[in-house]
Each structure stands twice: as structure tokens, then as C-alpha cells.
């Protein structure tokens, strides 16, 4: 697009791109010359974060030439690509990722050790950039990575937040959020185009005009704009020299400040238009699972879209695209209902600026757009009031109207006399208030929607969707989630990967499948031998890790037991804490003897959305608990609750590898698939959870005899919700139970104030929206039948090899050639 005015004269101003010497000599010029070039500093007076920013800087180098190649390969020859249009991407720590992408790290090692560096200082600097919630954000990470690993053409799109997911700290047990200035100091891996602007209008109104053909037409005139500013970040593939891009956009105010007022000398006034259009891309919405109805929340979903169509339809597309073409050029991956504005934001586009009539932008703008579902909690779909969507877009809501129109026309036609059903799946609903439903916008126009594991997309098919995939059967389709292996096993489990590369080859880290090839050795008693030291190293790792960090002293030669993911009711932390004030129970009221019990430490890592009382409430419960376990001398230190604040990428990087036991125990039908669940079957945890999600996956591939199931399925779930779910019967009918929540409620665990646990208690007891009582009884049992499986160490470690070697398919590759051939038809690697 743009370039030199004349043509260059020095022979490598037209050379190719290069990338520096793969040697420890190249490695330690490129790293002086950022730190005195770019930092400014000789190296005898950098700080260790200028050292970090340095070495960030020197491997990014080594990224770039890739990255202009790659870049410049797909100009060549364009093909279709995937735009993924995500709100959130939870990307972890870049650095470890890049050295192991570009096969640098020994060499990194070397050059720093000679410059009197320690690499691994240089590593904990970095702040993780936390632009995501949890499981859906972290997705969208770990997917764009198999994307450039399997040199699928593709560009990640979304928001660079100024704050991600906010820090949590602990006050007197409760949960106290501190904003996470990720970018405070520096951003070494982001390369920004302040020059590159993109217009982005909101509200005002619509008029009609006749063009100079005689058609009617429609144009908007906003009421208020901002620029979108480009950030590029590198997405390295795994040793193969592809980097695809993933780029996050930033809000602008068109105008710095007004300068009339400024000089009228109100300068706060001069500057307010600035802070309002700049708080688009100022923080992440904390909120997981329970959509936020906020108008700025909006502004930020429209803002990223509008920028990315714009961006791929003028700046990543030939001049003379005819958009007639689009589809055989672009696919948009939805990710959740967060981009699903993009739908009429195209049609607009197509419309007005192109000049389509609607019937034909309608038909392109049905071929581009695919939707992921990531929920099952109807609370959780998303709507926006038709109130709002017109004042702060008004030409879209025009055109969703349109595309209602035609929707339930073909609806009547599909089914006739059926108004009921019409109005069920109407894009507008009525009730509480006029509203626009993103699910079905999303649904009515994409070429396939897809649920993130067999039973979500089952569920999906047959409950929350019904009647959209009795009408469009063949639009849906389901896709199983998974995680990156380098990530989440190559890199964060060093001495697993040894040991597996040095039994069967490289092979399987591009290749997960290969890990079957491991089966065999669950049989053999070294190589066992070998897989609990691995175990026991990781878990000193852990333990240093929890002392330094937040001062924990880990108990030695416990069951590490581990439940980390977003608080959330469905999930229920409550049940594994009353699994442990059980255990507690037991041994102070004299039932159990101390020492006859399994030493079992458990580790909690979870945020709260800030808003949310009971989650907030749960994690208050927790500390409590913990902190008079850990301290109750009657308890001989079998027993001992970890709960590290801000639970993270890089914590659960460190954490899953050391972990014996995964608890996922979700109630049935509510946990759409987990990933975190994958990633500890992958580092051989073995699993004690709910038929949910993907666990009914593992436990298909891993087998009954090597994962501890527990609890009713859905179905019972179903039934048991149906005829009536009373929990106080539950309670007065299981002594063992009974006594774990009068332990909570009298005041135990809290300095005798009932008050404090009141919350959680009187849900429990009187709603239990999600079963806890109902499955206590159950998980109870079955962690019985884990203490027992854990007393053989020689069985568990079979189990648990068993669970490397036959979880390969959840790899986030084998995800995304299920997207390419199933949904996105895109080439790889051309
Ligand atoms: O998505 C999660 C689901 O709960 C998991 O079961 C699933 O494995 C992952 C990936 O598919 N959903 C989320 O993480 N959702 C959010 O974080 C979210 C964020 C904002 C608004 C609504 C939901």
C-alpha cells in the first residue's frame, strides 16, 4: 500500500528481509544493541527491566523477518482467510513462547549468562498481558497459536485493553481488586500504527436520499466519532517461520482537545471529549458468564468490529476487490455473541458504501460470518435493549429490523400457522423489554454454529437453539475445545516433555497424537519410576513458586489436589470445600483418627467478577476455612488449603504440572467443555469430576478405570429440577453433611460470627440453584475411591501416564482442522 516515492538505490533497500544469526555471538549483539539503542542505557547501568525490555525487543527481532515473509507470502497469493473476532485474548507471558517458536532459548541462556544475565530473572519481569476473563479468552490465545503453527492464513482481531483482568489481592480473606496496568512498563511486543486511523461513528441519526440513479438510499450521520489506532503483536507457529498477526485495536479521540475552550482556560472541559472516547478501550469487563448490559460495553464490542471489517476490507484486501467475492476471501469466527454487531455492521457497509441492495448484501454477509457458542446458562445470552441499539447505532437497528423481516418470513414459510414459534425465535425479543438477541442475530446469519463439546452442542441442538436447528439442522455442528501444547506442555512442563521426547522423539509437541505412542509405557515400571520423579520435581518447583510469590509453605508429600478456574456458582467451590470441612469434621470431632488419614493439600486459584456477592461471599468462606485448618494442631498437618491470590496464565503454567488430582465438578449440562480440564489430564493429573462438557470426553478416551466419576448427569439433573428440588432434605437426611455446614454455620471457621458465612450458608440450605447438597453424597464417595487409588502409587501412576498418552486429541490443532475442514474451508500452508 504504501512505500518509498522512488526507487531505491542501495542494493538492501530491496532486498529480502533477514532475520540476525542464530548463534550465542549474533544473539548477544542484538541484545547490546536494543539495550544501548533502544533502552539507551550501557549495560553495566540497566535495570533488570530494561534488560527485560531489551530481550523482549532482540526476540521480536528474530520474529520479524519471519513475519514480513509470511506477510508478504499471503500478498502474493491470496487465499481465504479467517478473521477471528474475539473481545477477549488471555495471552500469558510472550517471552518463553517466542525463544521456544523460534528455537532460541539455549541460545538466549548463553548470550545473557556471558552478558552476566540470568534468563530466568529476566522472565519473572514479565507482566502477563491479561486481556480475557478465563476459558473463553484463553481459547482464543491458544487457538491463533495452532493457527501460525499450522501456517493457516488468519488474523486475530480485538481490543487492547489499557487495563486487563483486573489483579486480585486478599484483605482479611476477601477479595480486593487492584486495576492491572499491564503496559506500565512498556510494551516491548506490540508495534503500533498511530498513523493507521480508522473511523468509527456513533449515534445520531439516519436519512433517506435519492442517488443520482433515482434509488433510494440510506445514510448515517453520527453523532460522535473516535479513530481506531492498530496494534500488531507476533504470533509466532512452532518452528516452522510462520508468524500470523493478531491486532488489537485502541481508541482515539479525534481531537486531542478542543483548543477554544482550552484557551478560555477550562482544561478540564478541553481534554473531556478525549477521556470519553478513550474509555473504549480503558478496561476489560471483569464479568465471566453474566453479560454486562452496559452501554460502554457496547461501544467497545461495535468499536473493535467496525475497526477489523473496515481494516480487512481496505487495508488487507487488494484495491479491486469486488465484495461480490468476499466469501471465497473471508471468514469471520464469532467468538461468543461479543462481535455479533459485525453482522449488520457488514450489511451496512455492503449497503451504503457499496451500494448493494439489501437482498444481495444479505446473501454475501450470510456466507461470511461463523458462531462459537461458549454458554449454556440462558442468563448468560446476551441481549441489548432496542432503545440503546438506536441511540447508539441507529442504522444497524434499521438493519436488524431488515433481517428480522426476512428471517421470520422464512421462518412461516418453514412453518406455517406456528406464530408461537415465530415469536420464540424472533432476532427482537419482547419481555422484560424490547431487546435485540445476539445468539439469534448470530444464529440467523451465520453458515454454522458450533458448541464447544459433544454434550454443549448436543444441548445446544436440543435445548437452548431448538428451534433454529429444527429449521437449519445442517448449521450446527460441534467442535471441541482444546489447548495448546506448547504452552501447556512443552513449555510449562519442562520435565514431562523430556522424558516423553526422550521416549518417543520431538514429534508429538506438533503432533499430539503421537503421545499414544506413551501407552506401552504405562506398563513399564521405570519408566513409571521416571514419570513420578518428574511429578515430584514439578512439584518442588510449585512450592518455591507459592513461597515466593505469596509466601505459602506447601506441605511435603501430599495428594496435591487442585480446583482452579473463574468463581462461579455452577461451578462449585462449595462442594470441594465441603468436602474438606468434612474431612476436617472427622478428625476433630474424634470419628477419624489424624493419622489414618491421606495428607492431602488443596490448592483454590479463582477471581470473582466484582460485582457478584456470592462468589465474593465463597472466596471470604474459603480463606476462612483455610486459615483454621492449616493452623488446628488436631489435624497433624494432613490436611491444608492453598488459596494464592490472582490466580493467572503464568500461576496455572506452573501449577497444573504439579498437580495429582483435577477437580472439574460442575453441575451436569451447565459447564459448556472447561480447558483447564484438558490441560491437566495432558500434564497426567487424574480427573474426579462431573459428567460435563468435555470431561465426558476424557473420560471416553481415558477410560472409567482412570477417572473418578461422581455425581448425576443431566438428564437426572433435569428430572430432579423438574419434580422439585428441595435441599434442607438432603441436609436432615445425611448425618456427615449435616455436621459440615453446622461446623460453617456455628461460626467455626469465622471467630464465632455466624453473620459472616450467612450468605453462602442460607443459599445452600434454601435455593442450591446448582445441587451442591444433591451431589455431596456422591463426591464424597468418590474421593473415598481417590485416597484409596492414590495408598498404589504404582496403579496411579499407570492411570495417570494413561491420561497423557490418550488425551492428545485436545489439542487446540486438532481443533482447528476441525474449524478448517468443517466450517472455514480455508487452505493451510500454501
Ligand atoms: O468458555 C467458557 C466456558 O464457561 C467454558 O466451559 C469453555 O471451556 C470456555 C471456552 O469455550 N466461557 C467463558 O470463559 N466466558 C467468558 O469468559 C465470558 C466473558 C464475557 C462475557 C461472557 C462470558
Known amino acids: 500500500e504504501r512505500g518509498p516515492s522512488f526507487a531505491p538505490k542501495h542494493p538492501l533497500a530491496s532486498g529480502p528481509v533477514s532475520t540476525p544469526p542464530h548463534t550465542v555471538d549474533g544473539f548477544v549483539k542484538e541484545f547490546l544493541r536494543e539495550l544501548n539503542y533502544g533502552q539507551g542505557v550501557p549495560l553495566s547501568r540497566s535495570s533488570l527491566n530494561d534488560q527485560y525490555l531489551a530481550l523482549a525487543r532482540t526476540v521480536r527481532g528474530y520474529l520479524t523477518a519471519r513475519w514480513l515473509q509470511t506477510a508478504t507470502r499471503r500478498r502474493q497469493k491470496p487465499h481465504k482467510m479467517v478473521g ?106 506490540e508495534i503500533p500504527h498511530p ?123 487488494p484495491t479491486d476487490l469486488d465484495v461480490r467475492d468476499l466469501p471465497e476471501r473471508i471468514i469471520f469466527q464469532l467468538n461468543d455473541t461479543h462481535p455479533v454487531i459485525g453482522i449488520p455492521e457488514l450489511m451496512r457497509l455492503l449497503m451504503d458504501d457499496y451500494d448493494l441492495p439489501f437482498d444481495e448484501a444479505w446473501a454475501i454477509t450470510r456466507q461470511c460470518f461463523a458462531y462459537t457458542c461458549h454458554t449454556l446458562l440462558p442468563e448468560a445470552l446476551e441481549v441489548w435493549s432496542v432503545s440503546l441499539m438506536e441511540r447508539l447505532l441507529p442504522r444497524h437497528m434499521e438493519i436488524i429490523y431488515m433481517i428480522n423481516e426476512v428471517f421470520l418470513e422464512e421462518v412461516r414459510e418453514a412453518f406455517p400457522g406456528d406464530e408461537l414459534r415465530v415469536r420464540r425465535m424472533s432476532i427482537i425479543g419482547d419481555h422484560p423489554e424490547r431487546s435485540v438477541r445476539m445468539a439469534h442475530l448470530a444464529t440467523v446469519a451465520s453458515v454454522k454454529v458450533n458448541g464447544v463439546a459433544e454434550l454443549h452442542s448436543q444441548l445446544l441442538r436440543d435445548k437452548v437453539l431448538s428451534d433454529f436447528s429444527e429449521m437449519w439442522p445442517e448449521k450446527f455442528t460441534n467442535v471441541t475445545n482444546g489447548v495448546t501444547p506448547r504452552r501447556f506442555v512443552r513449555q510449562s512442563n519442562p520435565n514431562l516433555s523430556k522424558l516423553i521426547t526422550d521416549t518417543i522423539g520431538v514429534g508429538w509437541v506438533a503432533n499430539l497424537d503421537r503421545l499414544r505412542e506413551l501407552e506401552v509405557y504405562a506398563e513399564d515400571e521405570e519408566f513409571r519410576a521416571k514419570f513420578r520423579e ?222 459472616a458465612v450467612s450468605t453462602v450458608i442460607g443459599d445452600l440450605l434454601y435455593n442450591d440453584r446448582f445441587l451442591v447438597l444433591a451431589d455431596y453424597q456422591s463426591y464424597i464417595d468418590a474421593q473415598a475411591k481417590v485416597e484409596a487409588a492414590y495408598a498404589d502409587q504404582e496403579a496411579w501412576s499407570r492411570s495417570a501416564i494413561l491420561n497423557v498418552a490418550r488425551t492428545g486429541f485436545f489439542s487446540s490443532d486438532r481443533s482447528m482442522r476441525d474449524y478448517i475442514d468443517r466450517i472455514w474451508h480455508i487452505k493451510t500452508g500454501s
Open 534 to 755: 518428574v511429578k515430584a520435581l514439578n512439584k518442588e518447583r510449585i512450592t518455591a513458586v507459592l513461597k515466593r510469590r505469596d509466601g505459602i509453605e506447601l506441605p511435603q508429600g501430599h495428594l496435591l489436589d487442585v480446583m482452579v478456574k473463574r468463581l462461579h456458582e455452577y461451578k462449585r467451590q462449595t462442594l470441594k470445600l465441603l468436602h474438606m470441612v468434612t474431612l476436617y469434621e472427622g478428625i476433630i470431632s474424634g470419628e477419624v483418627d489424624a493419622a489414618t488419614v491421606t495428607p492431602r493439600t488443596v490448592v483454590f486459584g479463582a477471581k470473582a467478577a466484582p460485582g457478584y456477592r456470592m462468589a465474593k461471599e465463597t472466596i471470604f468462606l474459603i480463606n476462612s476455612v483455610a486459615k483454621v485448618i492449616n493452623n488446628d494442631p488436631r489435624v497433624e498437618g494432613k490436611l491444608f488449603i492453598a488459596f494464592p491470590a490472582n490466580y493467572n496464565v503464568t500461576l496455572a503454567e506452573r501449577l497444573i504440572p504439579a498437580a495429582d488430582l483435577s477437580e472439574q465438578i460442575s453441575l451436569a449440562g451447565k459447564e459448556a467443555s472447561g480447558t483447564g480440564n484438558m490441560k491437566f489430564a495432558l500434564n497426567g493429573a487424574l480427573t474426579i469430576g462431573t459428567d460435563d462438557g468435555a470431561n465426558v470426553e476424557i473420560r471416553q478416551l481415558v477410560g472409567d478405570d482412570n477417572f473418578f466419576l461422581f455425581g448425576m448427569d443431566e438428564p437426572a439433573v433435569a428430572e430432579l429440577q423438574a419434580k422439585g428440588y428441595q435441599p434442607t432434605a438432603y441436609y436432615e437426611s445425611n448425618e456427615r453433611l449435616r455436621r459440615a455446614i453446622n461446623l460453617i454455620d456455628s461460626g467455626h471457621f469465622t471467630d464465632g460470627n455466624r453473620e
Open 84 to 189: 477471528y473476532l474475539s473481545a477477549e485474548y488471555l495471552l500469558g507471558r510472550q517471552l518463553d513462547n517466542a525463544l521456544l517458536a523460534t528455537d532460541l532459548t539455549a541460545i538466549a541462556d548463553e548470550a545473557l549468562k556471558q552478558c552476566g544475565i540470568d534468563l530466568d530473572a529476566l522472565r519473572q519481569a514479565e507482566i502477563e498481558p491479561g486481556l480475557g476473563n478465563g476459558g473463553l479468552g484463553r481459547l482464543a490465545a491458544c487457538f491463533i497459536d495452532s493457527l501460525a503453527t499450522m501456517d493457516a492464513p488468519c488474523v486475530g482481531y480485538g481490543l487492547r485493553y489499557e487495563y486487563g483482568i483486573f489483579k486480585q489481592t486478599f484483605v482479611d480473606g476477601r477479595q480486593v481488586e487492584v486495576p492491572d496496568n499491564w503496559l506500565s512498563m512498556g510494551g516491548p511486543w
Open 195 to 317: 498513523e493507521m486511523e480508522v473511523p468509527v461513528h456513533f449515534g445520531g441519526h439516519t436519512e433517506r436520499y435519492v442517488g443520482e440513479d433515482g434509488r433510494e438510499r440510506t445514510r448515517w450521520i453520527s453523532g460522535w466519532d473516535v479513530l481506531g489506532i492498530r496494534y500488531n503483536y507476533m504470533v509466532p507457529g512452532y518452528q516452522n517461520g510462520v508468524v500470523n498477526t493478531l491486532r488489537l485495536w485502541r481508541a482515539r479521540a479525534t481531537r486531542a482537545f478542543d483548543l477554544h475552550i482550552f484557551n478560555a482556560g477550562d482544561y478540564a472541559e478541553a481534554v473531556r471529549s478525549q477521556t470519553f472516547a478513550e474509555n473504549i478501550s480503558k478496561v476489560l469487563y471483569p464479568e465471566d458468564s453474566t453479560p454486562q448490559g452496559k452501554e460502554l460495553r457496547l461501544q467497545q464490542q461495535y468499536f473493535f468490529v467496525a475497526c477489523s471489517i473496515y481494516d480487512f476490507l481496505k487495508h488487507t484486501q
